[in-house]
């Protein structure tokens, strides 16, 4: 069993940047695929990030390709995204998910989810 806590969220003028973490309890990072989705309102949940188990393999979705990055650190169990020059768009409940094998992104493969922290940005 794992457990999964989001922070970082909030409100930021456009060009603006967040970082948000996402800290585990239970298995380590380093022992499973992560991954960053999120939902805005009235559309589906989108996968915006991903983090192999080796740390070495990262993936991005087109829209945030040169604006997100995702790290991690092991000796605190804990992924971050930094988020910088942010849009309207972006605008969505952020989710960080695990799973111990699945390495995709559709967010019905992964296990173990955060509860989300909001992000808005105002333009």
């Known amino acids: 069993q794992v457990q999964l806590s989001e922070s970082g969220g909030g409100l930021v003028q456009a060009g603006g940047s967040l970082r948000l973490s996402c800290a585990a309890s239970?298995?380590?990072?380093?022992?499973?695929?992560m991954g960053w989705f999120r939902q805005a309102p009235g559309k589906e949940r989108e996968f915006v990030t991903l983090m192999l188990w080796s740390g070495t393999v990262t993936y991005y979705a087109d829209s945030v390709k040169g604006r997100f990055t995702v790290s991690r650190d092991d000796a605190e169990n804990t992924v971050y995204l930094q988020m910088n020059s942010l849009k309207p768009e972006d605008t969505a409940v952020y989710y960080c998910?695990?799973?111990?094998?699945?390495?995709?992104?559709?967010?019905?493969?992964?296990?173990?989810w955060g509860q989300g922290t909001q992000v808005t940005v105002s333009s």
């Open positions: 998910a695990v799973d111990p094998t699945y390495s995709g992104r559709n967010y019905a493969g992964y296990s173990y």
């Open positions: 239970g298995r380590p990072f380093a022992s499973s695929n």
